[in-house]
C-alpha cells in the first residue's frame, strides 16, 4: 500500500520561506505523480502543483505561479515544494497527494487515492 508523509510546516512571517517535504512509500511502478494541496478553515481545497516522476513535468495553480517551486530527488520518492514570499493567504493546512500515472500530465484535481495528514502552515506577524 503507498503511503505519503509530508512535514516542514510551521509559522512564519510575511516574506519568508518554507520548504515542505512529502515522502511517499509503496510505489511498485515507476511512474507516478505527486501533488501538493492546500486548505484553509472555511475554504474548499486547493490543487497547488504537481510532478511526474518519470519526466519531471510540473504543474502550477495560478495562485502560487512564480513563488512556490515543486522539485524531486533523485529516488524520485522525495518530493519538495518551497515556498517563497509567503503571504497571510498561504496559511492553510497542506496535503500531499500519490498515485499511479500512466505517463499522462499531473493533475491538481482531487483525483488522487493516497494523501497524507497534512502539515499546518501558519503565515503571521
Same mark, same amino acid.
Given at each position: 500500500?503507498?503511503?505519503?508523509?509530508?512535514?516542514?510546516?510551521?509559522?512564519?512571517?510575511? #516574506? &519568508?520561506? $518554507?520548504?515542505?517535504?512529502? =515522502?511517499?512509500?509503496? +510505489? /511498485?511502478?515507476?511512474?507516478?505523480?505527486?501533488?501538493?494541496?492546500?486548505?484553509?478553515?472555511?475554504?474548499?481545497?486547493?490543487?497547488?502543483?504537481?510532478?511526474?516522476?518519470?519526466? #519531471? &513535468?510540473? $504543474?502550477?495553480?495560478?495562485? =502560487?505561479?512564480?513563488? +512556490? /517551486?515543486?522539485?524531486?530527488?533523485?529516488?524520485?520518492?522525495?518530493?519538495?515544494?518551497?515556498?517563497?514570499?509567503?503571504?497571510?493567504?498561504?496559511?492553510?493546512?497542506?496535503?500531499?497527494?500519490?498515485?499511479?500515472?500512466?505517463?499522462? =500530465?499531473?493533475?491538481?484535481?482531487?483525483?488522487?487515492?493516497?494523501?497524507?495528514?497534512?502539515?499546518?502552515?501558519?503565515?503571521?506577524?
Amino acid at each position: 500500500q503507498v503511503q505519503v508523509v509530508e512535514s516542514g510546516g510551521g509559522v512564519v512571517q510575511p #516574506g &519568508g520561506s $518554507l520548504r515542505l517535504s512529502c =515522502v511517499a512509500s509503496g +510505489f /511498485t511502478s515507476d511512474y507516478y505523480a505527486i501533488a501538493w494541496f492546500r486548505q484553509a478553515p472555511g475554504k474548499e481545497r486547493e490543487g497547488l502543483s504537481c510532478i511526474e516522476s518519470s519526466d #519531471g &513535468g510540473t $504543474l502550477y495553480a495560478d495562485s =502560487v505561479k512564480g513563488r +512556490f /517551486t515543486i522539485s524531486r530527488d533523485n529516488a524520485k520518492n522525495t518530493v519538495y515544494l518551497q515556498m517563497n514570499s509567503l503571504r497571510p493567504e498561504d496559511t492553510a493546512v497542506y496535503y500531499c497527494a500519490a498515485d499511479y500515472s500512466a505517463g499522462n =500530465v499531473c493533475s491538481i484535481r482531487f483525483e488522487y487515492d493516497y494523501w497524507g495528514q497534512g502539515t499546518q502552515v501558519t503565515v503571521s506577524s
